[in-house]
C-alpha cells in the first residue's frame, strides 16, 4: 500500500529516457498526485501535471506512479473482421463489436460525408435515382425502428410504380409532406402530439383520397392522389377524408432534426429537385408478412436493382452543404489566459448556442492559415466544477494558454454534447455503472446509449465562418479529426494536449485509449494512419 504522495517525473529527460517496449501502446501509468490511504488527508492536486507523453506510452513503471502495461495484441480480431493494428503481447478489453466510427480501425471513408457507410449506395446515387422516379432502399440506425423503407418521389409515383409499393411492403402507403402542406389541404394531425403513443411519434395526419377517386384504393388511384399530394397547387378541395393513403407530418430540419423514415423521404424529394412530398412504406418478407431486416434487405435491393441508403449517412451529407449555424453576437472577453473575442452561434437545426474564443480584439483575428484551433465539447463536471474524472476541464485550460502564448487561435466551445452526447443526467447515471466496475464505453452501452454521438459539423462551420481554411487541431482523438476534414478544412498539424493522469482517471483515460482510439503519447504517425 502506498503511504505517501508519489512525485511526478519532473524532467523532460527522464521521460525521454523511458523504455517504450516497441510500438505498443501501453495501458496509462498513474501520473502526478495520488491519494494517501487509511483516512489520509488528500493532498491538493497541482494544476498541471509534470509528467507527459513518454509516461503514457512507457513499459516500464514510470518514477510518477504504477504502470501496468498492458498491450493490445496485434492480432486480436474485431467483430467486424478487421485486425487491430497493434503489436505487442497481451490483448486488452475488446473493442465494440462492428468497430464503430470513432475507432481508429474503422473505415477513414466512414467519416468522410461524401463517402458512404462500406456496403451501401452513396446519397448521390440515391438522389439520381430518385429524380428518374425510382425507388431506393432507406434504412434507420438498429437502435430505432431498424427497418427499411421503399422511398420515391411523390409526384412522380405511377400506377405500376406503387403496384410494386404494395407487392412488397406493408402496403400502409405514407406520404410526407411540411406542415405548410398539410395545413393549406386541411390534413389535420390523426390525434394530438400530446395523445400520440406511437413508439416514434410519427405525426400521422388523417387519411385522404383524391375526390375523384371510386374507391380509392387501386394502385392507379392511389397513386394519383400522392401524385396530387405532392402538387404545389393542389387544394383542399381535390380530396376527401378519410381515404386511402396516409400522409405524415414532416418534421421541419429532416433528418437533421429527426431520424426517421417520415423526413427521409421529404428530404430525398427536395434534394433530387422534385416536388416538396416523398412516398413511402416498410419493406416486408415476402415469406411471412414479416419487417424485412438488413441481410433480407441486401438480397431484396439487389433482386430489384435498387440503391440502397442509410439516413445516418443523409445526415452527414447534408450537414456538409447546409448552413447549420448563424452568428449572433461577439464581444472582447478578458481571461487570465489574456484578451479574446467572444462570438456567439445558434444552430439552426436544434437552436442550441455555441461560442467561440477568438484570441486577439475582433473576430477576424482568426482568419489566417495555420491557426491553432481547439473544438472542445462541452463537460459541466469538468469545465466548471472541475472534475477530476475526466480530463476535459484541464484540457480546455491547457488550450486556451497554448493559444495564448501563440498569440493567434480559437477555442470553438460546443454546448450540448455533455458526456459525448448523451446528456448530464445519462452521463450521471454512467458514472454510477463506472463505479460498480464498467468503464466509460460499457456504461453508455448499459444503458443503451451511444458511446459517442458528438458531431463537428457545426464547429466545422463555425471555423468557417470565422475565415479559418488550414489548422492546427489540438486533440488526442483522430474521430475529431475525421470530423472537421470532412468539411472543408485542411488539418496541416496535431497538437497534442496531455492533462494530468489520477488514480480517478486513470481508468477512463485508458478506456479512451484501448476502445476509443485516443492517442496521449508521442504517436504523431500512428495518429494520422488512424485518422487516415
Request: net charge neutral; hydrophobic share 40%.
Amino acid at each position: 500500500m502506498m503511504a505517501s504522495i508519489v512525485q511526478p517525473v519532473a524532467s523532460a529527460a527522464v521521460r525521454a529516457g523511458l523504455q517504450r517496449g516497441g510500438t505498443g501502446r501501453a495501458a496509462l501509468p498513474i501520473c502526478g498526485t495520488v491519494p494517501m490511504v487509511h483516512g489520509a488527508a488528500r493532498p491538493r492536486r497541482p494544476r498541471a501535471a509534470a509528467c507527459g507523453p513518454a509516461c503514457l506510452g512507457s513499459s516500464t513503471v514510470c518514477t510518477g506512479g504504477v504502470a501496468h502495461a498492458v498491450r493490445v495484441s496485434s492480432g486480436a480480431q474485431l467483430a467486424g473482421g478487421s485486425s487491430r493494428r497493434r503489436s505487442a503481447s497481451v490483448v486488452t478489453a475488446a473493442v465494440p463489436a462492428g468497430v464503430p466510427p470513432w475507432h481508429p480501425d474503422a473505415d477513414a471513408g466512414d467519416m468522410d460525408p461524401d463517402v458512404p457507410t462500406p456496403g451501401f449506395a452513396s446519397i448521390a446515387e440515391a438522389l439520381v435515382e430518385v429524380a428518374a422516379g425510382k425507388f431506393v432502399v432507406v434504412l434507420d440506425d438498429e437502435d430505432r425502428e431498424n427497418e427499411g423503407d421503399l422511398i420515391g418521389a411523390a409526384d412522380l409515383m405511377t400506377q405500376e410504380s406503387l403496384n410494386f409499393m404494395i407487392r412488397y411492403t406493408s402496403g400502409l402507403v405514407c406520404v410526407s409532406v411540411d406542415n405548410a402542406t398539410a395545413d393549406r389541404l386541411n390534413l389535420p394531425l390523426m390525434v394530438s402530439s400530446k395523445e400520440n403513443e406511437d413508439a416514434m411519434k410519427t405525426s400521422f395526419t388523417v387519411s385522404c383520397d383524391l375526390a375523384v377517386s371510386t374507391t380509392g384504393i387501386s394502385a392507379g388511384e392511389r397513386a394519383a392522389t400522392i401524385v396530387r399530394l405532392g402538387s404545389p397547387d393542389a387544394t383542399p378541395e381535390d380530396f376527401v377524408r378519410p381515404g386511402h393513403v396516409f400522409p405524415l407530418r414532416y418534421r421541419e430540419g429532416g433528418v437533421l432534426k429527426r431520424t426517421g423514415h417520415t423526413e427521409a423521404a421529404m428530404d430525398l424529394s427536395r434534394m433530387a429537385g422534385r416536388g416538396a412530398a416523398g412516398v413511402l412504406c416498410e419493406i416486408v418478407n415476402e415469406e411471412d408478412g414479416s419487417m424485412s431486416r438488413l441481410p433480407q434487405l441486401r438480397v431484396f435491393a439487389e433482386k430489384h436493382g435498387l440503391k440502397m441508403v442509410l439516413i445516418s449517412d443523409m445526415v452527414r451529407y447534408r450537414r456538409k452543404r447546409e448552413v447549420l449555424v448563424e452568428r449572433t453576437a461577439s464581444a472582447r472577453l478578458p481571461t487570465e489566459h489574456g484578451n479574446f473575442t467572444a462570438v456567439s452561434y445558434k444552430s439552426k437545426v436544434d437552436g442550441i448556442e455555441h461560442v467561440a474564443f477568438v484570441y486577439g480584439d475582433s473576430a477576424e483575428a482568426a482568419a489566417k492559415d495555420n491557426v491553432l484551433v481547439r473544438v472542445h465539447s462541452e463537460c459541466l463536471t469538468g469545465d466548471i466544477f472541475r472534475s477530476s474524472r475526466c480530463d476535459c476541464g484541464n484540457q480546455l485550460d491547457m488550450a486556451m494558454k497554448k493559444v495564448a502564448k501563440e498569440g493567434r487561435g480559437v477555442i470553438v466551445y460546443l454546448r450540448g454534447q455533455e458526456g459525448r452526447g448523451i446528456g448530464l443526467g445519462h452521463k450521471l447515471r454512467a458514472y454510477n455503472l463506472q463505479d460498480a466496475g464498467r468503464d466509460t464505453v460499457q456504461a453508455n452501452e448499459d444503458l443503451g446509449l451511444p458511446v459517442d454521438s458528438r458531431e463537428y459539423g457545426v464547429g466545422a462551420q463555425i471555423l468557417q465562418d470565422l475565415g479559418v481554411r488550414t489548422v492546427r487541431l489540438m486533440t488526442n482523438n483522430p474521430a475529431k479529426y475525421h470530423g472537421l476534414k470532412g468539411f472543408g478544412l485542411t488539418i496541416v498539424g496535431r497538437v497534442p494536449l496531455f492533462a494530468p493522469i489520477t488514480l480517478e482517471n486513470k481508468r477512463y483515460l485508458e478506456t479512451k485509449r484501448a476502445k476509443m482510439g485516443h492517442m496521449f503519447g508521442d504517436e504523431s504517425a500512428d495518429f494520422m494512419s488512424a485518422a487516415g
